[in-house]
């Protein structure tokens, strides 16, 4: 199996960029999805394979990857991104599923 | 739409075991691999298991011995079992469908809503 690492709090600005996290020896293998969850919410979908957005989710999301890191970027962030992001993959097996630790988002 | 809704008893005794469904809608389970999650209060997300609608599963190695996953295409739901269960076990559990493949991106793309199960001791 393989684990998946994300910083445990990160903040931003209202209306600057921010960058999260995922390492892990799967994500050189097989595409992160990443998950929105607020509290009380279960999560949502909000970026998968390359860097794709499911219906109703904002362009101010993006996913890139390089190497063994996975980010989830949002760029202008708004007060409603404030949440939990979780990172998702295949573990090193296929046969698999592991989630990252989850990043809690604070938007300043 | 397609929606997943877990149901099941909220409190479970220390060493029984854990029972829940999940009934899909607006969609079959006779496609898809369907997974369950869990979230422990206040913690990350641990995928336990998943299955197709022909029966083949995969189970978390860390809960293998304890899980059972099955699935009823003609009532439409899955099912979870999980054996001598602890307050270790105490968790949201949610049901959610797999899409996708290796070069688009797999991921889950709906999820139930989730019950909370206490396991006390």
């Known amino acids: 199996s393989s684990e998946l690492t994300q910083d445990p709090v990160v903040s931003v600005a209202l209306g600057q960029t921010v960058r999260i996290t995922c390492q892990g020896d799967?994500?050189?293998?097989?595409?992160a999805s990443w998950y929105q969850q607020k509290p009380g919410q279960a999560p949502v979908l909000v970026i998968y394979?390359?860097?794709n957005r499911p219906s109703g989710i904002p362009d101010r999301f993006s996913g890139s990857i390089s190497g063994n890191t996975t980010s989830l970027t949002i760029t202008g962030a708004q007060a409603e991104d404030e949440a939990d992001y979780h990172c998702n993959c295949r573990d090193t097996s296929g046969y698999y599923w592991v989630f990252g630790g989850g990043t809690k988002l604070t938007v300043l | 739409q397609l929606q997943l809704q877990e149901s099941g008893p909220r409190l479970v005794k220390a060493s029984e075991t854990l029972s829940l469904t999940c009934t899909v809608s607006g969609g079959s389970v006779d496609t898809y691999y369907w997974s369950w999650i869990r979230q422990p209060p206040g913690k990350g997300l641990e995928w336990i298991g998943d299955i197709y609608y022909r029966g083949r599963t995969n189970y978390n190695p860390s809960l293998r011995r304890r899980v059972t996953v099955s699935v009823d295409p003609s009532n439409n739901q899955l099912s979870l079992k999980l054996t001598s269960v602890t307050p270790a076990d105490t968790a949201i559990y949610y049901c959610a469908r797999e899409d996708g493949g290796r070069s688009s991106g797999e991921r889950f793309d709906y999820w139930g809503q989730g019950t909370l199960v206490t396991v006390s001791s």
């Open positions: 799967s994500l050189r293998s097989y595409y």
């Open positions: 394979g390359k860097n």
